[in-house]
Structures are given as structure tokens and as C-alpha cells.
């Protein structure tokens, strides 16, 4: 998503992990009628800067994938909601 101030169709964030030269995806947010709402970037953590983007969506889908106790990967658990329809 290129931010212009304007609304993109989705968007979607994923979050992996790094095991040698397998990445495996945990964590998967989908967005729907997505609209940037404020972009904040700092500096006061020493040399370590930090950008906060603010994303507004109507849709949201939320997918993780169960870490075994043995360090693998189980099932997925997912959950959405669309605020426009209220389900």
C-alpha cells in the first residue's frame, strides 16, 4: 500500500518467524477499505527510529497459526469481522 490519502481495497500484514532457512507466517491481518489515518515517526530512543502508521478498515481478519509445544506448527484459528454489514 503506497499511502496518498486515499482508501485501498485491502491490505494485509503477516508476521513470521525465521528457523534456519524456513519462514513460517504466525500471524496474518487482513484489512478491508483500508484508509491511512495518521503517520508519526521519532527518534527520542537513541539511534533507533520508530514510524507509527494509523490504518482505519471497515473489514478485519485475523488468521494465527498454533505453535506446538515441540517448537512446530498446528491448525489456524481465524476470526473476522466486517463493521459496515455488523457481522
Do not use: H
Request: charged share 15%; with cysteine; aromatic share 10%.
Amino acid at each position: 500500500m503506497v499511502l496518498r490519502g486515499t482508501s485501498s481495497p485491502s491490505v494485509t500484514v503477516t508476521f513470521a518467524s525465521q528457523n534456519g532457512e524456513t519462514e513460517t507466517t504466525y500471524y496474518t491481518v487482513e484489512l478491508g477499505n483500508v484508509s491511512p489515518t495518521s503517520i508519526t515517526q521519532s527518534d527520542s530512543a537513541g539511534d533507533v527510529i520508530t514510524e507509527q502508521i494509523v490504518l482505519s478498515a471497515t473489514r478485519f481478519a485475523f488468521t494465527y497459526t498454533i505453535q506446538l509445544p515441540t517448537g512446530g506448527f498446528g491448525g489456524q484459528t481465524r476470526f473476522s469481522f466486517d463493521c459496515a454489514r455488523g457481522r
